[in-house]
């Protein structure tokens, strides 16, 4: 059975770090009222010549070295982003290009928060069909290009950042238990809720960029319900249960989504990998960012049970369980 394997993760952050109490210089908030209501006390701001794609690059620089794999193997791209660097071509053909491995299948996937979901789905599919053998995965976000800066609502919550995973399909023994590779996803999309969520413009709309506008409550409330669902929904597939997991990857949007999710559950908080105080919500970079700081840090090992989940605009929602 051909399964796709995680060989390999990576990471990157603009330069420019924005702490809580910077921000309040020129927006009307303050530390004690971000932190209360997201948990976020820092985020990373993209600069001149910083774009979606070059924080993508280096991710998937860092991702391809941990894997000890060169960027000539790979043979599929798989980019989410809300934020290209260009309406079109695919920021996904720049990656392809300044990496050096021309020729393969490259492109993006726009699902917003969920972006990350849905493009490792797409190059799980492609790999055990043959397409590639070896695939990179990258969600890169520079969302502080489309904040409206004057809604504090909003712009506080949303930094700049990617995160990149290298994949290879395996041919593995699936009556071992513990054999390594995506086990199951689950997806989900209900375009009715559009305006709780959304960017207001677009090529064919405005012919502007446009500028995130949220409805905060009302996201939160289908968050919580959506993402304890979809997880339970992955787990009755796969046969396992919440006590067998090692480790939630969570998009990382708010501390309170986070906790209120892993109580749904009855998963203990320590088993919630938590980034959202240091990086702010990067949208479909913020499941890679999160997973690669995990296995750095030495969290996340070979063996472990590890769910992934996120919930963006859409609204579309999904979760996905991979043993390393």
């Known amino acids: 059975m051909i399964r796709s394997v995680i060989v390999g993760s990576g990471s990157a952050l603009p330069k420019r770090a924005v702490s809580n109490a910077e921000l309040a210089k020129t927006v009307d908030t303050s530390d ?7 948990g976020i006390r820092n985020r990373y701001i993209a600069g001149e010549g910083e774009t979606t ?33 260009q309406t079109f071509p695919a920021t996904a053909t720049r990656v392809q290009d300044a990496l050096g491995c021309h020729g393969g299948i490259a492109f993006d996937v726009a699902a917003v928060c969920s972006g990350f979901l849905y493009a490792l789905a797409t190059a799980d599919s492609m790999l055990r069909t043959g397409m590639a053998s070896k695939a990179l995965v990258i969600g890169a976000e520079t969302f ?16 700049d950042g990617a995160g990149a995973l290298v994949l290879e399909a395996r041919d593995v023994d699936e009556t071992t238990a513990d054999a390594p590779g995506i086990l199951g ?28 506008r949220m409805k905060g409550r009302e996201v939160f409330r289908h ?26 990857v969570p998009h990382q949007a708010n501390a309170r989504i986070l906790d209120a999710t892993a109580r749904k559950l009855g998963l203990p908080s320590e088993k ?12 479909a970079a913020s499941v890679p960012l999160a997973f690669d700081v995990a296995v750095r840090d030495g969290r996340i090992k070979s063996g472990d049970l590890v769910m992934m989940e996120a919930m963006g605009g859409g609204f579309t929602w999904g979760a996905s369980l991979i043993r390393m």
């Open 185 to 212: 996803t689950k997806l989900h999309a209900d375009g009715a809720h559009n305006e709780l969520l959304y960017v207001d413009g677009g090529p064919s709309t405005t012919g502007t960029v446009g500028k995130l």
């Open 144 to 159: 502080s290009r489309i904040l409206d800066w004057e809604d504090r609502g909003t712009c506080v919550l949303f930094g």
């Open 272 to 283: 919630v990998i938590v980034t959202v105080d240091r990086h702010a919500n990067t949208s």
């Open 32 to 38: 004690e009222w971000i932190v209360e209501r997201t």
């Open 223 to 248: 968050a919580v319900v959506n993402l304890a669902d979809v997880l339970r929904e992955v787990l009755s597939d796969t046969g396992y249960g919440a006590e067998d997991i090692d480790w939630v």
């Open 53 to 85: 794609a070059t924080l993508a690059v280096d991710a998937a620089r860092e991702a391809l070295a941990a894997a000890g794999v060169d960027a000539s193997e790979i043979g599929l791209i798989v980019l989410a982003t809300a934020t290209p660097d």
